[in-house]
């Protein structure tokens, strides 16, 4: 257990919708970071929050979007939903920067049908 | 773009045979990391090398990194069932940027 939790564990939506992702990070880390992991792709990089501020950007579609609130959780939004969008949605969390050992959550799969 | 290069994609063998997995890049990075990801989980970091040259050991696993921190390799020592798994390697670019690698499978049968 890397005391990352993600909600919910799986998620099966309709082309056109919007679904939001939760992350909570280990206690004490500052930095949530969100992945997308498809079997074309692979493992890609979405976005970076340092309490509560963006910090860093990767390949982040606009119809994604996220956030971290004060408490340090972070939600990932996605809209517009197409099929491509299936894959399985990871949430990282991290002392502070980007080389700090990063500690992933179980994942939601997402299923765009 | 970045792109790091994982090699063999796909890697099946027996129990108690040595693999070694690479990583390669045409970019320098700041540092490499490699994870190992199992079915239904995240990725769990194993090791992160930082300087050019740099030999880590964990266990069977030794890990390092090229001369030039654009390239590093996996190996492994008399392979267990237990190291089945997706192997992972990410590059730190820039400070900001975290590439993961194209991912190696490995199945090590009993």
């Known amino acids: 257990d890397s005391g990352v939790t993600q909600t919910p564990k799986h998620l099966i939506t309709a082309t056109g919708q919007r679904v939001t992702l939760r992350c909570s990070p280990r206690s004490g880390d500052l930095s949530v970071y969100w992945y997308q992991q498809s079997l074309d792709q692979g493992l890609q990089f979405l976005i970076q929050y340092y309490n509560g501020e963006e910090r860093a950007k990767g390949n982040i579609l606009e119809r994604f979007s996220a956030q971290q609130f004060p408490d340090l959780h972070s939600e990932l939004n996605l809209s517009s939903l197409e099929l491509g969008d299936s894959a399985l949605y990871f949430c990282?969390?991290?002392?502070?920067?980007?080389?700090?050992?990063?500690?992933f959550g179980p994942g939601t799969r997402l299923t765009v049908l | 773009t970045q792109l790091l290069e994982q090699s063999p994609q796909f890697l099946s063998i027996q129990e108690g045979e040595n693999l070694t997995v690479y990583c390669n890049s045409s970019s320098v990075f700041s540092s490499l990391q490699w994870y190992r990801q199992e079915p239904g989980e995240g990725p769990v970091l194993l090791v992160t090398v930082v300087t050019g040259g740099e030999v880590k050991k964990l266990k069977r696993l030794t890990f390092q990194f090229g001369d030039a921190r654009k390239d590093s390799s996996l190996h492994i020592t008399a392979a267990q069932p237990g190291d089945t798994g997706l192997y992972l390697c990410?590059?730190?670019?820039?400070?900001?940027?975290?590439?993961f690698g194209t991912g190696t499978r490995l199945q090590v049968f009993p």
């Open positions: 990410a590059g730190v670019w820039n400070t900001d940027k975290l590439i």
């Open positions: 990282a969390s991290s002392v502070a920067v980007l080389g700090d050992t990063q500690y």
